[in-house]
């Protein structure tokens, strides 16, 4: 779009300032700069007389409405999960707390990068748990382009080159998709944590590792957590802008 006055020009300014709102995840306040810039938009679409520049408008209006239902729906969640905080209990032998449940919900196109602090990364089992999580991450996370490991060594020199030489081969196969995964390595980390760029947070008592052994590789849960039996934890739920 080029700017030689009137509609045009306040439409530009505007949707600039949305696409500015958007990547830093101010969900209400990039909404109503899409909502306003797109009306601009269209009055110039109709003043125009230039049916090429005509059907370029009317093809980036088309594309703001994509993104302006993006924001709606990130906003409509952040006031109907964040601002009320979701807490979720899970109790002892309880079945139906899959990953997709739990965080489902929350993974959508505006999240781009996760950070996930948990000290207890290390056993196959726990690994496994991790690559879990990051299938679902890129399963509904079509923009996901960064996931941050937090965790701890594992304290026998040979299993933590295990360690790392799995996590290395999730690495390599998460860049197949276009996510790049960094891990750090903490002595003195103790939180579980796990954070969205989209705004949410998300603690859970035990991390990922919630879930109990299945009774044998050929049983429901060995590969749909859905089926498994989870340990006590508690899970918390909210976005950042309800606690600034």
């Known amino acids: 779009m080029s700017s030689n ?8 300014q505007v949707l600039t300032r949305a696409v500015q709102l958007d990547s830093e995840k101010k ?11 797109i009306r601009l938009l269209i009055q110039a679409a109709k003043e125009v007389k230039d049916e090429n520049k005509r059907t370029h408008f009317k093809k ?3 594309e703001y409405l994509v993104r302006a239902e993006v924001m709606k729906e990130a906003n409509k969640k952040v006031k109907t999960i ?3 905080h979701r807490q979720i209990h899970i109790d002892v032998d309880s079945t139906g707390h899959s990953y997709e449940t739990i965080f489902g919900d929350l993974i959508d196109e505006t999240l781009s990068s996760v950070e ?3 000290a207890y990364i290390r056993s196959i089992h726990q690994i496994y748990n991790f690559l ?3 299938e679902l991450l890129v399963h509904k996370g079509p923009h996901l382009r ?4 937090r965790t701890s060594r594992d304290p026998s020199p040979a299993e933590h080159s295990t360690q790392n030489q799995r996590l290395s081969e999730i690495r390599a196969s998460l860049l197949k998709h276009s996510v790049k995964l960094t891990v750090e390595y903490s002595d003195t980390i103790h939180d579980r944590e796990i954070r969205f760029d989209s705004g949410w947070i998300i603690k859970i008592g035990r991390g990922l590792d919630y879930f109990k052994k299945p009774d044998s590789k050929f049983c429901l849960g060995w590969s ?3 089926f498994r039996q989870c340990h006590q934890t508690t899970v918390d739920i909210f976005h950042q802008q309800s606690v600034g």
């Open 224 to 226: 749909d957590y859905h």
């Open 82 to 84: 964040g601002r009320t």
């Open 60 to 62: 980036k209006i088309e």
């Open 146 to 149: 960064n996931i941050t490991l």
């Open 132 to 134: 879990k999580f990051c």
């Open 27 to 37: 969900f209400a306040e990039a909404l109503a700069c899409y909502e306003q810039g």
């Open 116 to 118: 996930v602090e948990d």
């Open 5 to 12: 006055g009137g509609p045009e020009t306040a439409a530009i």
